[in-house]
C-alpha cells in the first residue's frame, strides 16, 4: 500500500520507487475515514494510471489520477455515504479532459430512483459540472456550474440540505432546484469514474481527491479543501 508522506500528500518517492520503469496504475483506493470503504478495481485493463514509467502524473503540481474513459473504482462493498439523511457534502477535485459527452467524477446512483442517491457530472453540450442528488418523492435535484475549461483544474462541492441544493465550483455559489423533501439515503454501490450501476458515462480527466461529509457546511469544506490542495 502506499501511502502518504510526512507533508500528508501522496507518497510519490515510494510510487516510483515500487514502479521503476513500468507504469503504476491505482488497484485500490483508500478510504481515509475509518469506515473501510475502500474502492477496489480487480481488472487490470479498468485501473487508472498514476505513474507513466517516467514521471508521475499531476494537475497543478500535485499528483493527479488518470481516468481515460473507461478507467472506474467501484466500493468493494455496497454502503451508505448520506447516514444523516438532511444533509449531504461531496468534493471532487480534478480536471475534465474529454468534453465530447457526460463525465461522471463520482456515483451513488443504482437501479430505480429510490436507489439513486448522488453524482458530480460533467455535462455536455453544456460545458459545465453538475451535483445531483435524488429526493425521496422521486424530485431530481439539480445544480450547474458556470462553464468550465477543458483540461483546467476545478475544487467542486455539492451541498444538499432540506430546500437547498447548491454547487461551488472555484468558490462560485450556483443555486440549483430548492426541494423541502428529505435526500434519499441508501445503502448502495459506489464508484469513482464512472456511474455506480452501469458504469457509463465513463470519467475522462484527472481526478486528485474525492471527500463525503454527511452534514451540509458548503464553504467551510471548500475552505479547507481548498487550503490542502494549494
Not at 515510494?14 to 477496489?40: E, K, P
Not at 476545478?154 to 432546484?177: C, K, P
Not at 454527511?214 to 479547507?224: I, V
Request: charged fraction near 15%; include cysteine.
Amino acid at each position: 500500500a502506499i501511502g502518504f508522506d510526512a507533508n500528508g500528500d501522496i507518497d510519490t518517492s515510494s510510487i516510483i520507487s515500487f514502479c521503476g520503469l513500468n507504469n503504476g496504475f491505482i488497484s485500490r483506493w483508500y478510504d481515509q475515514s475509518g469506515n473501510s470503504h475502500d474502492l477496489v478495481q480487480n481488472t487490470a485493463a479498468d485501473r487508472p494510471l498514476i505513474w507513466d514509467g517516467s514521471s508521475i502524473q499531476t494537475l497543478n503540481g500535485k499528483a493527479a489520477v488518470v481516468f481515460s474513459g473507461g478507467d472506474h473504482l467501484p466500493a468493494a462493498t455496497s454502503f451508505d455515504i448520506n447516514p444523516n439523511v438532511n444533509e449531504l457534502v461531496t468534493s471532487f477535485v480534478g480536471s475534465i479532459d474529454d468534453v465530447s459527452a457526460d463525465r461522471i467524477a463520482c456515483s451513488q446512483w443504482n437501479s430505480g430512483t429510490a436507489n439513486q442517491v448522488m453524482e458530480i457530472i460533467y455535462k455536455q453540450p453544456t460545458d459545465k459540472i453538475r451535483w445531483q442528488h435524488r429526493y425521496d418523492n422521486g424530485t431530481l435535484a439539480t445544480a450547474d456550474s458556470a462553464t468550465i475549461t477543458t483540461g483546467d483544474q476545478y475544487i467542486v462541492v455539492g451541498r444538499t440540505i432540506n430546500g437547498t441544493h447548491e454547487v461551488l465550483v472555484d468558490n462560485t455559489n450556483t443555486s440549483g432546484t430548492a426541494v423541502s423533501n428529505t435526500p434519499n439515503n441508501q445503502s448502495g454501490a459506489f464508484a469513482i469514474g464512472a456511474r455506480s450501476t452501469g458504469l457509463n458515462k465513463p470519467f475522462d480527466g484527472k481526478i486528485q481527491e474525492v471527500v463525503i461529509w454527511s452534514r451540509a457546511t458548503a464553504l467551510d469544506d471548500y475552505d479547507d479543501i481548498s487550503d490542502l490542495i494549494n
